[in-house]
């Protein structure tokens, strides 16, 4: 007597891992963004008060290995050269650090959404995705 075998279904979907992870913005995380952002418009931190409200984005891309972060700096209203510099070219920073690596490498973006304007470095469509912005952009939503 042949006993009857019952196979159970076996499941072709899978489950794919995601790519890039938007992270929390931690102090530590927001001091380096900071004072990475103001030795790149060569200004002591002093000359900035912060970032721009709601416009700091943090994110992980594990295709990369790759950590991309935007955000914008808030001049001090007692630096005139901050200011002036905000006025002249924005001060909207994209920035990229290598897994493993401690320094952050900044990019201006000041003149972000304006019409004939090219981003200064391709963020993975990944990481804009869990950032809510469009496509092949390099600024936030409500600014393109």
Known sequence: MLA???HAP???TTTEAKVATRL???IKVRHGLFDAAAAYHQ???SDFTGFLANKTYYAFD???NVYYAAA???ASPHSLQAQIGDQDDGAYNLF???KGVSSWTVYNDGLGGAQDSTCPISIPNDVLAVWHWKAESCYPPSQQ
Do not use: D, I
Request: net charge positive.
């Open 24 to 26: 929390p913005v931690t």
């Open 96 to 98: 990229t650090r290598a």
């Open 43 to 45: 200004l002591p931190a």
């Open 4 to 6: 009857a075998c019952a």
């Open 10 to 12: 076996t499941s072709t």
């Open 62 to 64: 594990s295709k990369t």
């Open 72 to 74: 914008g700096l808030v």
